[in-house]
């Protein structure tokens, strides 16, 4: 399975982006998802998670209220809406399967600029 993370990028604080998650798998409709993120120095922390139908999700305390996951199943696409992006949120993010995450893939970066 191999998952695409894009739509990072350079942002002032306040600002919004959308990343997107596409995977090459098969089973992406069956599995619940997750958006993680790295930053510099840190280890890798899952940010929000959407069940396999998309019918719940759950956010980290630090992007609750600012962030929006979503997925479309029949695109085998999955999506982060991040607004009022803060300098913290920098980070290397990545997409996977929060049961047994597979192979990780490059990630997007997001750089919140003060």
């Known amino acids: 399975v191999q998952l695409v993370e894009s739509g990072g990028g350079l942002v002032q604080a306040g600002g919004s982006l959308r990343l997107s998650c596409a995977s090459s798998?098969?089973?992406?409709?069956?599995?619940?998802m997750g958006w993680y993120r790295q930053a510099p120095g840190k280890q890798r922390e899952l940010v929000a998670v959407?069940?396999?139908?998309?019918?719940?999700?759950n956010y980290a305390d630090s992007v609750k209220g600012r962030f929006t996951i979503f997925r479309d199943n029949s695109k085998n696409t999955m999506y982060l809406q991040m607004n009022n992006l803060k300098p913290g949120d920098t980070a290397v993010y990545y997409c996977n399967a929060v049961l047994g995450p597979g192979d990780w893939g490059q990630g997007t970066q997001v750089t919140v600029s003060s």
């Open positions: 959407i069940t396999s139908g998309g019918e719940d999700t």
């Open positions: 798998g098969s089973t992406f409709s069956i599995n619940a």
